[in-house]
C-alpha cells in the first residue's frame, strides 16, 4: 500500500554568515494512514525541522530543503512531492490535508481574538462556510475534543483557559478541516500528567475515528510507549534507529536509543526505598541522599494565604484563592517536594516565600526568624539566604550580560566578593555546577538548554543560600540532560547542606529527589508526608488521580489509560460571598498527614 508519507534522502540546510549549515542530513520515513510515527530523540535532533520541511514551514525561518523527496499521497490519490511544490500548492493543502499542533499553544493562539473566532477562520477559510456554520462547526469541535461548556468557551479570549485547554483548542483547530495526516510538535511537554494523559487519549480517539496518520514529535519515552506504532530515534540531524514500538523499548540496538531509555524516570523505581537515589547514568550507581539533618528547619511557613482579587470596570467581581492555610516545614538537608496541576498554587507558595507575590496573611520563618513584615534587613537576609531556580532559564538570564557577570552579581549584591575574588569563585562555581572557566565569558543564547540550567543553579549558589526554592526547574529539559541537573543538584545538596522546595508536576523525577511530598490541590495541601508514603499508600483520591496519570515507558501497559479520570479541575477563582472550605489535616501514620473531607469523616 502506497504510504500517506514518504519521506527520501530529505537534507535540509541553513543560511549562515559563511557555508550553509546542513541540519538534517539524508532522512527517510515514512507514515501509513491510521499510524502513529513517534519521532524521538534530544534537543536539537532535528525533530521539529523535519516538521517544518514537511509542513514548508522552514521556507519561512531561513532553512532550505537542499535534497532529497517528500511524497505525499493527496484525498484523490495524486503522490505530490513537497519538497518541489510551489507557496500555492502548500497553502492549499495545509488544512485539509496536512495540520500541526505547536508545543507552546499561548503563543500560537491570536491572544486578541476569541477562541471561536479563531477556530471558525479556519474553518471559513477552507471549506467555505458562512460565519454563522462556521462558528457552528467550532462549537461541535470544541465538543469532539471534549471542552465542557462549549457555548461559553468560545467566548473566550486564550488567556482564561488552562494550558490543558488552550492545547486542546489547537487540537480542534488544527481537526477543523479533517487533515489526513496530524504533526503534533511536543504537544504535551508543558502539560500536567493529568491533562497530559487526556490529551494523548483524546488523540488516539479521534485518530481511531477518522483514520488520520500522526507524526507524533517528543523527547518523552513514557508518551512514546503511551501512543506510537513506530519509532524512529533521530540524533544530530540523523535518524540512528527505526522500528515498531515494541521492539524499541524491548531491544534497542542503537547506543543513543538505549541512553534515551535509561534516562527515562519510571514512577516506582524507588519503591520500597526510603530515601531519594540519584539517577544511574553511565551505569554509576549512587548512594541514597541521606542528607537530613534533625534540627530547626530553615523554611517555617504557617497558615500562608495569598489570595488575587479580580476587578471588572473597576468594581471587585471575585477572588482567586491562589494558597489557602499552606504550612509546611523544610530542615537542612530536606528536599520536600511541592506537586499538583497547574494553578493549584505551588509556584504561588515558593513566589509568596521570597516576596515576589504579597501574601494576605500567615506566617513566614527562616531559621526560627520571623520574616514576615518585609524589612531592608530582612529583605536582604532573605534575598541571600533563599534562592530561587525558575523553570526557564533563557528568560531567567539577562541575554546582555555574559555568564560571568550574571554569575558574579549577587555577590556584588551581598558584598560577599569583588574584582579578582569575586573572579575566582564565578570560576570555582562554574566547575562545581560541571561547566568551564570558559563559559563565564559566554552569552546565554551561546550555551544549550542544559548549560544555561546549570548558569542558574550556579548564580542561585553564588549567594551562599540555605535554601533553594526550584520551580519546575527541569520541567523542559531532555531526558538526560533532566537527569543530569537533578543529580547535579542532589550532589550541590550533600556537599554543601541544601534544603530544598523542589516545585514539579513530574511526580517520576519527585520520587527520584524528594525526602518528603506535599500536594496541593485548589491552593490547599491534601495530603504530605513521607515521599515512599505518599507514594506507596496515597490516602486523599487527588494523590492516586495525580499517581495514577503518570506516563509509563511500557507499550503493553498503554490500555490503563482507559480508566484515568479526565475530569477538569475546578478553577480557584470564587466569589466574594463564596469563600473555600479548608480541610483540617489529620495524621495517619508517621508524620503522614491528609484533608479529611467534611461528608462522613473520609478522606
Do not use: W
Not at 142 to 155: E, G, N
Not at 167 to 175: E, K, S
Not at 407 to 419: K, L, N, Q, S, V
Not at 584 to 599: K, M, N, Q, T, Y
Amino acid at each position: 500500500m502506497t504510504p500517506l508519507l514518504d519521506i527520501t534522502d530529505l537534507t535540509v540546510a541553513f543560511a549562515t554568515d559563511g557555508a550553509p549549515v546542513t541540519v538534517i542530513h539524508g532522512l527517510d520515513l515514512a507514515v501509513a494512514s491510521g499510524e502513529t510515527v513517534a519521532l524521538v530523540g534530544e534537543s536539537g535532533s532535528g525533530k521539529s525541522v523535519t516538521s517544518l520541511a514537511i509542513t514548508r514551514l522552514l521556507d519561512y525561518t531561513g532553512g532550505r530543503i537542499s535534497g532529497g523527496r517528500i511524497a505525499y499521497t493527496d484525498a484523490q490519490g495524486a503522490v505530490q512531492d513537497l519538497a518541489a511544490a510551489t507557496p500555492q500548492t502548500m497553502r492549499a493543502l495545509r488544512g485539509p490535508e496536512i495540520a500541526m499542533v505547536f508545543q507552546e499553544p499561548m503563543t500560537s493562539l491570536n491572544p486578541v481574538l476569541r477562541v471561536g473566532e479563531q477556530i471558525a477562520e479556519a474553518v471559513r477559510l477552507h471549506q467555505g462556510l458562512d460565519e454563522a456554520a462556521a462558528l457552528a462547526e467550532a462549537r461541535r469541535l470544541l465538543a469532539r475534543v471534549r471542552i465542557a461548556d462549549p457555548d461559553r468557551q468560545l467566548r473566550r479570549y486564550p488567556f482564561e483557559l488552562s494550558g490543558g485547554m488552550r492545547q486542546r483548542v489547537m487540537i480542534a483547530m488544527a481537526l477543523s478541516c479533517r487533515p489526513r495526516l496530524l504533526i503534533a510538535d511536543e504537544p504535551t511537554t508543558a502539560l500536567d500528567v493529568t491533562v497530559q494523559a487526556q490529551v494523548l487519549r483524546l488523540l488516539r480517539g479521534l485518530q481511531a475515528e477518522t483514520g488520520m496518520g500522526m507524526i507524533f514529535i517528543t523527547h518523552d519515552m513514557g508518551v512514546v510507549a503511551e501512543l506510537a506504532d513506530r519509532v524512529a530515534v533521530m540524533q544530530h540531524g540523523r535518524k540512528v534507529e527505526d522500528g515498531s514500538v515494541g521492539q524499541i523499548f524491548a531491544a534497542p540496538q542503537h547506543p543513543y536509543t538505549r541512553a534515551l531509555l535509561a534516562a527515562v524516570p519510571v514512577l516506582g523505581a524507588l519503591s520500597g526505598q526510603t530515601l531519594p537515589r540519584p539517577f544511574d547514568i553511565a551505569g554509576t550507581k549512587l548512594p541514597p541522599q541521606d542528607t537530613v539533618r534533625d534540627e530547626t528547619p530553615v523554611l517555617e511557613i504557617t497558615d500562608l494565604v495569598t489570595r488575587f482579587d479580580v476587578r471588572r470596570n473597576f468594581r471587585l467581581r471575585g477572588r482567586v484563592h491562589a494558597v489557602e492555610q499552606v504550612s509546611l516545614a523544610v530542615r537542612p538537608g530536606e528536599t520536600l517536594a511541592l506537586v499538583g496541576e497547574s494553578g493549584c498554587g505551588k509556584s504561588t507558595t515558593g513566589r509568596s516565600v521570597i516576596g515576589l507575590e504579597t501574601p494576605t496573611s500567615g506566617m513566614i520563618r527562616l531559621d526560627g526568624d520571623d520574616i514576615t513584615r518585609s524589612t531592608a534587613a530582612s529583605d536582604r537576609r532573605l534575598h541571600r539566604e533563599i534562592q530561587f531556580v525558575f523553570q526557564d532559564p533563557f528568560a531567567s538570564l539577562n541575554p546582555r550580560l555574559t555568564v560571568g557577570f550574571s554569575i558574579a552579581e549577587p555577590m556584588r549584591t551581598h558584598d560577599i566578593a569583588h574584582g579578582a575574588e569575586a573572579e575566582r569563585r564565578v570560576h570555582d562555581l562554574l566547575a562545581e555546577v560541571g561547566l568551564t572557566p570558559e563559559h563565564a565569558q559566554r552569552y546565554p543564547h551561546e550555551l544549550s538548554g542544559g548549560q544555561r540550567q546549570r548558569v542558574c543553579i550556579a548564580r542561585a549558589l553564588a549567594s551562599e543560600p540555605r535554601l533553594i526554592i526550584a520551580d519546575e526547574a527541569v520541567a523542559a529539559l531532555d531526558v538526560s540532560i533532566r537527569a543530569q541537573v537533578v543529580n547535579l543538584m542532589m550532589e550541590l545538596q550533600r556537599r554543601r547542606g541544601l534544603a530544598m522546595l523542589f516545585i514539579s508536576h513530574d511526580m517520576a523525577v519527585v520520587e527520584r529527589v524528594s525526602h518528603r511530598v506535599a500536594v496541593m490541590y485548589l491552593g490547599q495541601i491534601v495530603e504530605i508526608g513521607p515521599r515512599q508514603a505518599v507514594f506507596t499508600n496515597p490516602a486523599h483520591a487527588y494523590t492516586a488521580r495525580l499517581l495514577a496519570a503518570v506516563p509509563v515507558p511500557d507499550p503493553a501497559r498503554r490500555d490503563r489509560s482507559l480508566d484515568l479520570d479526565d475530569s477538569e479541575v475546578p478553577s480557584p477563582l470564587r466569589a466574594l460571598s463564596d469563600p473555600p472550605i479548608v480541610r483540617p489535616l489529620i495524621e495517619i501514620g508517621p508524620d503522614h498527614f491528609v484533608a479529611r473531607h467534611s461528608v462522613g469523616g473520609r478522606y
